[in-house]
Structure formats: C-alpha cells, structure tokens
C-alpha cells in the first residue's frame, strides 16, 4: 500500500499519495497539479495539449500522460508503480449554447463533464475498495448546482457530474471512498474566456485565481469534507435555490434578460 493511503485523513493523505490530474496543461488542473506537488504528492499530469502539458510536467516534477481523461488510468496506474490513491477528474468543457444546441455539442458535454468521470470510476473502484480507500476528486462548477445564463449544456451535464460524485459519497463512504465536489463560479482560465458575455455578467466580476481552488480543495481534503466552495457565497444561493425555487427562478430570469438586452 502506498504511502498518502491506509485511512490517512487530512493533509497526511496527500503526502506521499499517488495523484492524477486530468485537464492539467492549465487552469485549474495545473493549479492542482501544483499545490500537490508541493504537498509531497508524486503527480501524473493528463491533458489533450501535449506540449502544454509537458510545460506543466516540468514546472510541477510530474509525470505526463497525454490524452483522452476516460481513457488513461492504467497508464497513470503504472507511471505512479501502481497504485493511484487520489483521482482528479478535472477536464471539462464549456459548452455554451441553449436547448437548439447540436446534439454533438449537448454529446461532447455528456461525454467530457460525466461519463469521463464515470469510467475513472469504473476503473479505480475496484482497487480502492479492495483496500478500503481512495479519494475522487470532481471539477464540477457552481452551474452544477445552481445554473449558467446561455450554456445549457454545460448547465445540464455539470449537474450530472454533481450527482455522480453525490452518488460516489453516499454509496461508498463507509468502504473507505472520500469524494470532493469542487464548485467554483468563476475562475481565471481559458474557460471563463470561452464564456463570452454571460461570463462577463454573471462570472467575472467575482472571479478567483486558480490557485485560490487549489487551496480550498487542500482544506477540504484536510477537513474531509465533500463540498468544496471557492465562492462561499454559494451556500446561500444553493440554499435559496432549495428553499425558493420560485423566487430563485425569477431571479436567475432577470438575469437572463439582462443579458438579452446587452451587447452580445
């Protein structure tokens, strides 16, 4: 069993842990990629950009292992000596569009934002129950809470990808699984760039630094706690939106409108 493992708790589960971070070549995942190498983690780095990848690679002292997310865990497995103890399900896609979007784009969505995550799943459960521990990871957005103005997409499957993670946790806890949610709104990435104005209005004004979701995972992973809220405000949206759907409706709606009404 390697070391971060055997039913390590707080930060002691990541020093010494074998960790993949898929979406890596920036943002977040490079972010991530960072703050466990500097903990002590040995890090495998996956991206579909080789050479930003090897960028990160360097700077970080990880492994890369470019490609698919829904396809590298053995390869990551074998380039940590077999054993992945945390699994960051970092790669995503923004996807805006409404609900005329093409069915490529609404399958893209599904494909990167859910299902990469459910065959990372697929393929490490096995191993981590066997031993009675493991930790998954999920980049998920506050739109899997709440919602995003103009992505219906990207809306919808970050959702899924909340729901698989809620499903992990619940299912799999008491077997030793510990699962993070991560649910920033804005961030300074590539990403909150493809947003277009609906970034502008609903994300950018209250956009973080990367790094700053990087450090709320690291509390969460020390406090063992599954969700992980850059933006603590979130809370309370999350709460009005259960509590008040009618009022939060109204409200998201004259969001939209003013969106409408500006430049586009």
């Known amino acids: 069993m390697s070391a971060g493992t055997s039913g390590s708790t707080g930060i002691d589960a990541v020093r010494g842990a074998g960790v993949v971070v898929t979406g890596a070549g920036g943002g977040i995942g490079a972010a991530l990629a ?9 890090v495998v780095v996956n991206d579909l950009d080789p050479a930003r990848l090897k960028a990160v690679a360097e700077e970080t002292g990880a492994l ?34 409404d609900a005329f979007a093409d069915e490529d784009v609404w399958a893209a969505a599904w494909d990167v934002n859910v299902m990469a995550h459910v065959r990372a799943a697929r393929a490490l459960l096995p191993a981590w129950l066997e031993r009675g521990s493991g930790r998954f990871v ?4 506050a739109a899997g809470l709440l919602t995003m103005i103009g ?37 300074r990435t590539d990403m909150l760039t493809a947003a277009g104005s609906a970034g502008e209005l609903v994300l950018v004004p209250t956009a973080i630094e990367p790094e700053a979701v990087a450090d709320a995972l690291l ?46």
């Not at 960072?34 to 040995?42: D, H, P």
């Not at 396809?71 to 996807?95: H, K, Y």
């Not at 999920?138 to 957005?141: D, H, K, L, M």
């Open 34 to 42: 960072r703050r466990f190498a500097a903990e002590g983690a040995r």
């Open 64 to 97: 890369a292992v470019p490609g698919d997310a829904s396809a590298v865990v053995e390869e990551a497995r074998e380039a940590l000596g077999g054993t992945v103890d945390i699994w960051c399900a970092n790669a995503g896609l923004a996807s805006p569009g």
């Open 138 to 141: 999920s980049t998920v957005s």
């Open 151 to 187: 992505a219906a997409p990207y809306s919808v499957s970050k959702h899924g990808a909340y729901a698989f993670a809620e499903w992990l946790s619940l299912t799999y806890r008491h077997r030793g699984l510990s699962v993070h949610a991560i649910c920033p709104q804005g961030v």
């Open 219 to 264: 509390d969460a992973v020390a406090a063992d706690r599954f969700l992980v809220l850059p933006h603590p405000e979130v809370a309370g949206y999350y709460r009005n939106r259960a509590t008040d759907p009618e009022r939060w409706l109204t409200t998201m709606n004259h969001l939209q409108r003013t969106w409408e009404s500006g430049p586009r």
